[in-house]
């Protein structure tokens, strides 16, 4: 009985978890660059039962058969596949349109490969690069920024944007040095002058253009909130420049949509609170089986 109660309240933990994940997605509809989460869930260990008579030199044990003892929601993960672009017309709105391949693999709308050995890879997705206010690199898909006081690139949150070069984005004009507060932004990420075209120049006097990163397994990504992610250290391998011939091009005056399935959201929010219930009225019941057998058989 205690253990189908311990399985009822992993159930409600799991599905509470599963419904908390269908809420992000849903408050994260409009954030430009969110990528979808999907609660994974597995169940605890499975437990062998075996039937005894209790007596040392009885015969031996019959094996009676598995019981599994619950479920557990193990992590949430991300679907980043191509949301669709809104026009916003503002000079430094800019989105990511995507289709990286890997050699001998076709990937599925969801982003998924199965290769000859069964093993499931998922496909590589380019990124923004941006620092955070330690120095650390991180990426993202948010492409609203704006130029800070110090006519620097930055994201809403103040992140810095990097360039090619690894250093901070600046908009200097190339002639003669002055900050600018537009720019034009090529499909490559490389940054002109609005007036007259030319490149801007950073300090080396070397084209300025925008760091974009390629991450091999993007399930890798580390979220730290307010679309940016990071890798840890062991996985530093699997991010590299974006080079000229791959499929990914940077469109200026647009943003990308989330990629939530709104009514798929809801399904599964729904889905999650009747499941909630159900573990709950099973907690309910052994919790009146237990005072019954207390209060009642007890006094026999």
Avoid: C, W
């Avoid at 199965?114 to 993202?140: L, M």
Wanted: glycine share 10%.
């Amino acid at each position: 009985m205690i253990r189908g109660l311990y399985t009822s309240a992993a159930g409600m933990i799991t599905q509470q978890r599963r419904h908390d994940t269908a809420t992000n997605n849903i408050s994260n509809l409009y954030t430009p660059g969110y990528k979808q989460g999907n609660a994974v869930s597995r169940s605890f260990p499975e437990m062998m039962i075996a039937l005894t008579n209790g007596s040392a030199d009885g015969p031996q044990a019959r094996q009676i058969g598995r019981i599994n003892t619950g479920v557990l929601t193990e992590e949430a993960l991300s679907i980043y596949v191509q949301g669709d672009l809104m026009e916003t017309k503002q000079p430094f709105d800019l989105a990511i349109v995507s289709n990286l391949q890997s050699p001998g693999l076709t990937f599925d709308s969801s982003g998924k490969a199965i290769t000859e050995d069964g093993e499931r890879v998922y496909q590589p997705q380019a990124f923004f690069t941006v620092e955070d206010g330690q120095g650390n690199r991180t990426y993202t898909r948010n492409g609203s920024f704006n130029v800070n006081t110090a006519g620097e690139l930055v994201t809403e949150g103040g992140y810095r944007v990097l360039g090619r070069d690894g250093q901070p984005l600046t908009l200097l004009n190339g002639t003669t040095g002055e900050q600018l507060s537009e720019a034009l932004v090529g499909p490559s990420g490389r940054l002109l002058d609005p007036v007259n075209g030319q490149p801007l120049l950073n300090a080396a006097g070397e084209p300025l253009a925008l760091l974009l990163s390629r991450v091999e397994d993007p399930n890798r990504l580390v979220s730290l909130g307010n679309g940016q992610y990071r890798l840890n250290e062991e996985d530093a391998d699997l991010v590299r420049e974006i080079t000229a011939d791959e499929q990914v091009e940077v469109y200026q005056g647009y943003l990308e949509r989330s990629n939530v399935d709104s009514s798929q959201a809801m399904i599964d929010m729904m889905s999650a609170l009747r499941a909630y219930e159900a573990n709950q009225k099973m907690v309910q019941y052994y919790d009146k089986s237990l005072e019954k057998a207390v209060n009642e058989v007890g006094k026999v």
